[in-house]
């Protein structure tokens, strides 16, 4: 069911996301639909490809949507498990989303720009610092409620006991950092910039068009459901034993945490591009802490 929810939804994320900008803004915004009008609209337009290119630009947006497919069979709605699920699967979703990004970043090399390549510099060294973060958070909890698959982390988080709950707080903390460095958004990036000095994802896919750009669009999409999931099963009890009223309050939270991203972007300005690294480094050192209080 994760999988079916994820393709169907994850664009509505995006859309409350800006609707709620808009209402703090005191505008009227794009409709909550805006992305699905988009995708539908390159879905219909041609490609257009640079002389200087090779095949790489043409199978990147592909490579990273089938990875994030294939990330979402691997993860569970709270309570019930996902599609594929076996020991260790973390570690296998954890490799998904760096083929996603790898993929993006080897299309952008492709393309032979020196202001794209400044894009993909930044994207990787930033994935740099908040891959630990991430990986860290998987192993706390796997290593606090001695479970090694998504399914057996993720039932039941709140388990992990009474003087390890602190630990929870601390890696809810770390990976809500590490959701938005990933998903380019306010403080790390902003998605509607179009400063040359300032742009990291979006000037990595200026050469895409039509069908590519929808593909690498509808994937960001699916990444943001992908981490904002396993924030909501971390940080939000679920597991009621009924799996309709599991799904109605995972979907709800998932609304809410759209609505707070919104909210948090309204409020924040973008910090300088030599500041997102000490942020990022908090994350990794919040997830180090948790570690140290799980095997203390």
């Known amino acids: 069911m994760s999988p079916i929810l994820a393709i169907v939804l ?30 539908f609209k390159l879905l219909q337009k041609g490609v257009v490809y640079s002389t200087s ?20 069979c691997i993860l569970p ?32 090399l492709d ?9 993909s510099s930044r994207e990787v060294f930033f994935s740099f610092l908040a891959e630990p973060a991430l990986l860290l958070g998987f ?3 796997a290593f606090g409620l001695g479970g090694y698959s998504l399914q057996e982390i993720l039932s039941d988080p709140f388990s992990i006991g009474k003087g390890k709950t602190v630990a929870l707080y601390f890696i ?35 050469d895409h068009s039509g069908l590519d750009l929808g593909g690498i669009l509808y994937a960001s999409a699916l990444k943001l459901w992908i981490l904002g999931s396993l924030w909501v099963s971390i940080s939000i009890p679920m597991g009621w034993g009924n799996f309709y009223l599991d799904v109605v309050v995972f979907l709800a ?8 991203i919104g909210f948090m972007e309204s409020i924040l300005a973008r910090v300088r591009l030599i500041r997102v690294s000490h942020a990022l480094s908090l994350a990794t050192v919040l997830a180090v802490l948790a570690f140290l209080w799980i095997i203390g």
């Open 10 to 39: 994850s664009p509505l994320l995006l859309g409350i996301i800006a609707k709620t900008k808009a209402f703090f803004a005191g505008r009227k915004g794009q409709p909550l639909l805006q992305l699905y009008y988009d995708l």
């Open 53 to 72: 290119t090779t095949i790489v630009i043409r199978l990147s947006p592909w490579i990273a949507l089938a990875a994030a497919s294939t990330a979402l």
């Open 77 to 108: 709605v709270p309570g019930h498990p996902g599609w594929i699920s076996f020991p260790g699967d973390f570690f296998v979703l954890f490799a998904l989303l760096a083929v996603f990004r790898f993929s993006l970043v080897c299309a952008a």
């Open 111 to 119: 393309t032979g720009s020196s202001f794209e390549g400044m894009g």
């Open 139 to 141: 192993l706390v909890l």
């Open 172 to 206: 809810s903390v770390s990976l809500f950092i590490v959701l938005l460095a990933e998903n380019s958004r306010i403080p790390f990036d902003d998605p509607n910039t179009h400063l040359e000095l300032t742009m990291i994802h979006e000037v990595m896919i200026l």
């Open 253 to 260: 939270s998932m609304g809410l945490l759209a609505v707070f």
